[in-house]
């Protein structure tokens, strides 16, 4: 289902895999999507309003992805550290490592610094605007319904 946790919505993210101009070339492919995929959810119109909880909280959440992405594509073309933080957080707590990777002389380290501290710091302070994943709602929809979720794995194609 589309709405679910990790669903199609719930489960869009962009990695930082490098900090280079192929990294950039990636980022750019993966912020483009990320972009499309917000922009498909807002045309969203066709589902019962007990899933309005969870279609906000998506949302905030791809939102937030696709502002990562574009943090980490700015320095991949730049080279210059992420300023702020998402949408009015906290700038203070991670203004340290944002200093750090600005004075970093080893690209590679900074960019993992990038991708490691600042990312998790930039998450921690977002987690309290994004806040969790309306589950009691969307078990409140699956009963309504009468819908029962089942996990099923995909078979391995390597075979």
């Known amino acids: 289902m589309k709405f679910a946790e990790i669903g199609y919505y719930g489960s869009y993210g962009i990695s930082l895999s490098g900090c280079d101009e192929s990294a950039a070339v990636r980022l750019a492919k993966q912020v483009e999507q990320g972009h499309r995929v917000i922009d498909e959810l807002d045309h969203e119109t066709e589902y019962p309003p007990e899933l309005e909880p969870i279609v ?79 589950k009691k709602e969307w078990k409140m929809f699956l009963d309504a319904y009468g819908i029962k979720e089942q996990l099923v794995l995909s078979p391995d194609t390597d075979d």
């Open 56 to 134: 906000g909280y998506l949302r905030r959440e791809l939102r937030f992805h696709v502002w990562l992405g574009e943090q980490y594509l700015q320095y991949a073309k730049t080279g210059v550290a992420p300023e702020s933080v998402y949408q009015n957080g906290d700038v203070e707590s991670c203004r340290s490592i944002t200093e750090s990777i600005r004075s970093e002389r080893n690209k590679r380290k900074a960019c993992q610094r990038l991708g490691y501290e600042w990312t998790e710091c930039a998450q921690r302070d977002a987690i309290h605007q994004l806040g969790d994943y309306p």
